[in-house]
């Protein structure tokens, strides 16, 4: 019925550089758990769909984090491509999101911030890119003597961590990866899920959980109890994650949203590594139950003047 260009087996699939939602990684947890996903190969280049068959709805496709270099060309028969009624969009830049909205989209969330942390070369470039104050926390959590452990994620969802986890979320009001998409993820390739420990007298006092694919690291979880934001043990657990993916060829770690105006305390933490900040391109829906929303020559018209540079504001 429609025309989706080749699709590949996921398992067998190449990982693409791109963040963790168009990794090989992440289709292999999906159809571990029964989803689909395919490679929809696009001029701009493949990009990952995830679909599901709802009543009543029909046929349901997301797109996270893609499509790499969207333009006109593309955007408005990106939908008919995937086969689905209904296509949703989480943007992966700005250039996606007015392709989107050009093609008539509508948006349905706000762009959001993410932190990405470059893995430098050397260990002294690192320390250096670190803001004073982390630094200086880093140095504090050094000299309390934590023991610091790596190993493999097992492919649990009723991990210590992840129930710690569940714990925070629901006392501080945020909604995580689902336990049973990290264990699937951590099942779907043994060596990709990285767990770092850090231990007290009495046992662990502070986790975090990276999977690694391809150049990218993805910070997944995060936990402290109160000895271990005491002991600074969350600065020495990223350093020695961050020296350890790059040992083992990570060029960046993706750790995720840094939002400083809603959670100022999270950001500094994630923008103290000397991570930078990166605008993605917000949530845009194509659906065969809504209009599709025309607004030609806008683009157009603000790229040869005709509209000042404020006038043109995405919906």
């Avoid at 190449?14 to 990684?25: D, N």
């Avoid at 797109?63 to 969207?70: Q, T, V, Y």
């Avoid at 502070?206 to 997944?220: D, K, P, S």
């Amino acid at each position: 019925m429609f025309d989706l260009g080749p699709i590949h087996d996921p398992s067998t699939l190449v990982p693409l550089p791109e963040p963790l939602q168009q990794s090989a990684l992440y289709a292999r947890a999906v159809t571990r758990l029964g989803g689909r996903c395919r490679v929809l190969d696009l001029p701009s280049g493949p990009v990952r769909v995830i679909s599901r068959r709802f009543p009543l709805l029909g046929e349901v496709a997301l797109i996270s984090r893609g499509p790499p270099g969207l333009d006109l060309t593309t955007a408005p028969d990106l939908r008919a491509r995937t086969g689905a009624r209904h296509l949703i969009v989480h943007a992966e830049d700005a250039g996606c999101a007015g392709a989107l909205a050009d093609a008539g989209f509508r948006r349905i969330a706000r762009p959001r911030q993410i932190a990405e942390v470059p893995l430098a070369p050397s260990h002294a470039a690192m320390l250096a890119a670190m803001r004073g104050k982390w630094r200086n926390r880093l140095r504090h959590g050094l000299a309390q003597g934590l023991t610091v452990t790596q190993a493999a994620m097992p492919p649990d969802p009723r991990h210590w961590l992840l129930a710690a986890e569940a714990r925070a979320a629901r006392r501080l009001g945020y909604h995580p990866l689902p336990p049973v998409m990290i264990a699937a993820l951590a099942g779907a390739d043994p060596g990709a899920g990285r767990l770092f420990t850090a231990r007290g007298p009495d046992g662990p006092i502070a986790a975090m959980l990276f999977f690694r694919h391809g150049r990218t690291a993805t910070y997944q979880v995060g936990w402290s109890d109160a000895a271990g934001r005491a002991a600074s043990a969350g600065p020495v657990l990223m350093w020695h994650a961050m020296q350890a993916l790059q040992a083992n060829g990570a060029e960046v770690i993706d750790l995720g949203l840094a939002e400083p105006r809603t959670a100022p305390g999270l950001a500094r933490f994630k923008l103290g590594t000397g991570a930078r900040l990166r605008v993605l391109g917000g949530s845009w829906v194509s659906s065969c139950a809504l209009p599709r929303r025309r607004r030609p020559m806008a683009r157009a018209l603000v790229r040869d003047g005709a509209l000042g540079h404020g006038e043109h504001a995405m919906p």
